[in-house]
């Protein structure tokens, strides 16, 4: 006997990716048009070449990408696509994501440029807002003589993207001088302020990232006084460290992969012989073999099978398996013929998350 679930199951066509993918299409344009009617004001870049927005200087055209000027209108932006049943993506200053050649015609993105506040909380914590970069971010923790945010000087992030990926470096993280974050959460369109403990940090990651749907509008960030040469000297140590260790020269999105738990990437890589190693315009870097360079004319294939043999290789000559670290849309690529899965990256493109109850309260 049939349960009534697979009766319903048979009754239900299911819908197919294509159908699926079309009805996407079809919202998205309902939603750019509404946009422009009801916020004519706001900067909406239509097929706009992605790269030109990123620090790997690789992507194809994506549908829309709006800068709000402020949080409300941001606010009103998300209203509107909800209403159309859109989830947007966030963009930072793009210094960790690899978009496709083909782009992306079912993705509204939204830009942080333009949410650039900050200023000395009465209690003497910094607010700023997430398209605040992290180098005036630290710039701004030193005229005021705070210390602890020396590390983040040098990261070509902005707030939000920052505290997306629990950005880190010489053993500093966002994390550590969090004090708290306000969101915009898409399913239910409300603000929630989360203190640090709430945000679940980890080693490149965050709460945010695991569950989408979370859109950081500022950060609370609490230091320690010190002392302004001090903290200007230590700056200028890791920046020149920085300097010397890192490709800056070339384009690229920072490191590829998380450090393996006892290892460093960059080390497995080399010593698997892959420093140097070219796929197209796509190099692991002479200098630092935990990055991969565009070294002219790389196509986000390039990048990605290049990533895929760092992988395999250091797999097979190390038994050690790479997770990338860099965001690589769209979100369904294949990871399982390179060694052991790996968790995909949770990007919502398009989906309204569900799941509205599982933030903490
Ligand atoms: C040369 C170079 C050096 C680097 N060095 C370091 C380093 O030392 N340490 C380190 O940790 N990283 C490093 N990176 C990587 C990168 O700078 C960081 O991960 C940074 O935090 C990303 O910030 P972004 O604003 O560029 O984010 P983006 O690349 O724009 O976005 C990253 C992710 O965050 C999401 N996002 C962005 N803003 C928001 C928001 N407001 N709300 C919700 N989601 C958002 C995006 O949707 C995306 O999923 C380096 C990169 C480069 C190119």
Redesign the pocket.
Known sequence: MENKETQEAKETPAVTPEEKADRCRENLEKAIAAVKRELPGMTLLENEPMSAHC?FRIGGPVRALAAPEDVTSLSRLCSILKDNHIAP?????????LFPDEGLDQLFLVS?EKLTGMFLLPDGAIYAE?GVSLSKLASFARQNELAGLEFAS?????V???T??N???YGGELKDVIESVVILYVPDQRLYELTREQCAFAY?TSL?KKMGG???LSVVFRLDKGDGEAIAAKMRELNERRRDK?P?DLP????AFKRPEGYYAAALIDEAGLKGYTVGGAQVSEKHAGFVVNIGGATSHDVYDLLMHVRETVWREKGVQLEPEI?ILPPDYRLEDNGPAVHRNH?TVNEIPEDGDSLPQ
């Open positions: 620090s993506m966030m963009l930072g200053n793009g210094t960790n994501i942080t997430a040098g990261i070509p992030g902005t939000g993207g920052g997306i990926m950005a880190g470096a490149r945010f979370c859109l950081v890192q800056l690229s999105a920072g490191s965001i990007i």
